[in-house]
């Protein structure tokens, strides 16, 4: 899951109107950028399998740290926290602990049975990745909803608001295009980096929120 994440972001600014984009966005995708610092570490582990699914080459193997049910639980509570701690807006802290949360459930229903409910024990997935068109309905549509509802909710003040939000779907879908349809990444490290770029999309949602909507206080990026 990619686009989907990011379109429950954007849909989460109707419920926290007050909190930036680019915190809605960091708690979205949250265990996405803490993995591939682990999987650089070593402490997780994931090889790349072309043929392991329809849709990604990715066999993971360990990652109990970042997606394992117990752990996103933790790091929910922890995001959570941090946003109150932040902002003093509790709606806002709420809304981004569950997007966290999130996380875990959507990766529920397209992974394969690889998602740890605690530590390595019991493992659970849906297997959507195995039906590429699928696939493509649940995360276009996802993200299509999203945008939908998040340009009701914060409307543009300027053409800058308008160009940035259609410039950063067009590239979230080219990416992911990009992705499902180019050939395997070539090594670990390129997985990690990739990884490690999504900070790149925290940024870029809040300075689209800068230009949309009232001002609002962010966590790790104030838009």
Known sequence: MFLGHIGVALAAKRAAPRT????????SI???????VLLLAGVERVRIDPGNTAVTPLDFEHYPWTHGGVAVLLWSLAFGAAVLARTGYRRGAVVAGALVASHWVLDAIVHRPDLPLAWDGTKVGLGLWNDVPATFAVELGLLAAGLVVYVRAAPARDATGRRALAALAAFLVAVYLANVLGPPPPSVKAVAVGGLAQWLLVAWAAWIDRHRGAP????LLQG
Do not use: R, Y
């Open 20 to 27: 930036s984009l680019g915190t809605l966005v960091a708690a």
């Open 30 to 36: 949250w265990i996405d950028l803490v993995w591939p």
């Open 216 to 219: 609002a206080p962010g966590l």
